[in-house]
């Protein structure tokens, strides 16, 4: 009996130490290509990135986390934007889509946000809403129409699932701290 626990002992202590050894190669790895752990630049090994990979966070890592959660927020604040367009703005006679002037938008938006023209922007990036030129500033637009593309209730209905897509992603994820935390 005292065999067996001294080999259960010996089980336990060499499963731990041979985690401990995986745990210090995986940070011995990321501490090789972490721009921050060398001196010299040239120190540095060179990272490759497969396509779909550069300029995204590591898969799993807090920053994707907080990137998914921002670009949840974004497309709140452009659902919020669309909605204001559907009730505040006139039929269009040519085409009976929603139309806002931008300058009423922007005074109506003021109370709601300081990032209106970023979320226009964005908006427009993903075909929800459409204004002529390149940007919009406050004064000399003010009558330029603002246009929804397609009927608010389509817009919704992509937004919101867009939205449970991306929240579905960061919340089956494990988070890296509880990564770390597992004996």
């Known amino acids: 009996m005292a065999e067996n626990q001294e080999s259960l002992q010996d089980s336990s202590v060499s499963s731990r130490i041979t985690l401990f050894n995986q745990q210090a190669e995986q940070h011995k790895n990321w501490m090789m290509i972490n721009p921050f752990a060398h001196y010299n630049v040239s120190e540095m090994p ?3 990135f497969a396509e779909d990979e550069y300029g995204r966070a590591p898969t799993g890592s807090l920053s994707e986390q907080r990137s998914l959660q921002a670009s949840v927020r974004a497309l709140e604040e452009i659902l919020q934007l669309c909605d204001m367009i559907q009730k505040s703005g006139r039929d269009d006679p040519i085409d009976g889509r929603k ?3 931008f300058g009423q938008l922007f005074e109506t938006y003021n109370d709601i946000s300081d990032k209106l023209l970023a979320t226009l922007l964005g908006a427009r990036k993903y075909g929800f809403i459409d204004f002529s030129g390149e940007t919009l500033f406050q004064g000399r637009d003010d009558t330029e129409p603002v ?3 397609r ?6 209905t992509e937004i919101i699932a867009k939205v449970a897509g991306l929240r579905c992603d960061f919340t089956e994820k494990p988070e890296e701290s509880t990564l770390l935390r597992e004996d």
């Open 46 to 48: 060179k990272r490759t």
């Open 99 to 101: 139309v806002l002037a």
């Open 147 to 149: 246009r929804l593309l």
């Open 151 to 156: 009927p608010f209730e389509e817009l919704q």
